[in-house]
């Protein structure tokens, strides 16, 4: 008997068909079709979704699943059920893992344990053998045994002429390069913004022009080359005016932001708290409101969470002394609604979009639409339900949340991939 599943009455939003109406969505066998027949309803699962939104699955081109060697801190089965908790059904994770993913066998490891994953779990590999930014990683083998993008994320290629060679090389490959766009001459031991909260906390600089310089620089060869270079976290103002004249004149780069970037600024800092700690760093109001409007006028493509999870001894440190990043996949939804759909006055169909269809389209991934033929990957939410969210009480192995105890607006209800309810009712089904 085939599988059958019929969400009725349900708010449907899917802006790759440009479908915003309420009414219902049919899949059989892990496909969305057209409708089912009247005898297929009666042996269809049925989920009345009246008062929710029913949307593609999120989609998240930028997470840390720890896995290999890190796994005090999250696993790939736990991290992805923290996706399918904050409504994502397809998430790239990153390779800085222990040992990074910089060869096959490793790959295959990875690969393994994302087929027993809660979600879709793609995986990246390094642009450098060991992130080292000296020597070139097998790109052409590592595309071969699954990775869906390169990126030595967290450690930028320093050298512009090491850079140039692997955007070229992964252009041969149909390979998109992530990068976490940092010039390291400039910040070292730099622990937040610099500016005039870090001068009043005695905290050493991040000066938002490390970024710029990285991000002036992968324009440049993107444009040279005519590979697609992705921005990842971008959270200065001035990289957001390089990427937009970028883009006016064609050259092909990509950008996301994540929520923090749009919801926090350096204030954030002002007790010390390193929850608030991220590379890069939370930054002033006017960069805020800058990647607000960049996301507005389409020149950052996506929301990225760049989940980080961190064990709690890891964190309750010194804050010099703390690692950078949050985990991020269980508010995100709630957190971009309260900003771009509650303060900056979003359509709620566009930040569905940026979400799903826009970061999909960013790796040419099989995901972000409920259109006919594809997985049957859903997230329903009640975009007007108030909630407090407990870092405790998560999906995720770690708890290292600036939200942890603070009032959200917009929760999700049901997280289905490929026509099957992976979390309902604020739970993972087996």
């Known amino acids: 008997m085939p599988d059958l599943l019929w969400i009725k009455n349900?708010?449907?939003?899917?802006?790759?068909?440009?479908?915003?109406?309420?009414g219902d969505v049919f899949a059989i066998d892990g496909k969305f079709v057209a409708s089912l027949t009247g005898a297929q309803k009666k042996q269809a699962r049925v989920i009345d979704a009246k008062g929710l939104v029913v949307a593609p699955g999120l989609v998240d081109i930028h997470v840390h699943f720890r896995e290999?060697?890190?796994?005090?801190?999250?696993?790939?089965?736990?991290?992805?059920?923290?996706?399918?908790a904050g409504g994502f059904t397809t998430v790239v994770c990153m390779p800085n893992t222990s040992p990074v993913i910089d060869n096959a066998g490793t790959l295959q490891l990875v690969n393994g344990a994302a087929a027993k994953a809660a979600v879709r779990v793609y995986p990246t590999a390094c642009i450098t053998v060991g992130m080292q930014g000296k020597q070139l990683a097998p790109h052409g083998t590592l595309k071969a045994n699954g990775a869906v993008a390169l990126t030595d994320d967290g450690l930028c290629?320093?050298?512009?002429?090491?850079?140039?060679?692997?955007?070229?090389?992964?252009?041969?490959?149909?390979?998109?390069?992530?990068?976490?766009?940092?010039?390291?001459?400039?910040?070292?031991?730099?622990?937040?913004?610099?500016?005039?909260?870090?001068?009043r906390l005695g905290l050493k600089g991040w000066p938002h022009a490390a970024e710029d310089i990285i991000v002036a620089r992968n324009i440049i060869l993107s444009h040279y080359t005519g590979a697609h270079i992705h921005m990842q976290h971008i959270s200065s103002a001035y990289s957001v005016e390089l990427l937009r004249r970028a883009k006016q004149d064609g050259v092909r780069v990509t950008a996301e932001a994540t929520p923090h970037h749009i919801?926090?600024?350096?204030?954030?800092?002002?007790?010390?708290?390193?929850?608030?700690?991220?590379?890069?760093?939370?930054?002033?109001?006017?960069?805020?409101?800058?990647?607000?409007?960049g996301l507005k006028d389409g020149t950052l493509d996506c929301i990225g969470t760049d989940h980080a999870p961190h064990s709690p001894d890891e964190k309750d440190r010194e804050f010099d002394y703390a690692p950078n990043g949050i985990i991020g996949l269980e508010t995100a939804l709630a957190v971009t609604l309260d900003v771009l759909v509650g303060e900056a006055r979003f359509k709620l169909p566009y930040v569905i979009d940026l979400m799903t269809r826009r970061a999909a389209n960013v790796l040419k991934l099989p995901a972000g639409t409920l259109a006919e033929g594809a997985n049957a990957d859903v997230c329903l939410f009640d975009p007007t339900e108030p909630w407090v969210y407990d870092a405790t009480k998560?999906?995720?192995?770690?708890?290292?949340?600036?939200w942890h105890g603070k009032k959200l607006?917009?929760?999700?209800?049901?997280?289905?991939?490929?026509?099957?309810?992976?979390?309902?009712?604020g739970a993972i089904v087996a």
């Open 10 to 22: 349900g708010r449907v939003i899917d802006p790759a068909s440009k479908r915003d109406a309420v």
């Open 68 to 84: 290999p060697g890190q796994t005090h801190k999250e696993n790939i089965l736990t991290g992805s059920r923290a996706a399918a």
């Open 157 to 199: 290629v320093q050298s512009n002429e090491l850079m140039r060679r692997a955007v070229e090389y992964a252009k041969m490959f149909d390979l998109c390069v992530l990068d976490h766009c940092q010039d390291d001459s400039l910040t070292e031991k730099a622990v937040m913004n610099e500016g005039n909260v870090s001068t």
């Open 263 to 293: 919801a926090l600024t350096d204030e954030a800092l002002a007790t010390y708290d390193t929850h608030f700690k991220m590379n890069p760093p939370l930054r002033t109001e006017a960069d805020r409101q800058a990647i607000i409007a």
């Open 394 to 402: 998560g999906q995720s192995k770690s708890r290292n949340s600036p």
């Open 409 to 425: 607006t917009g929760r999700v209800k049901t997280t289905i991939v490929g026509g099957k309810v992976v979390f309902e009712h």
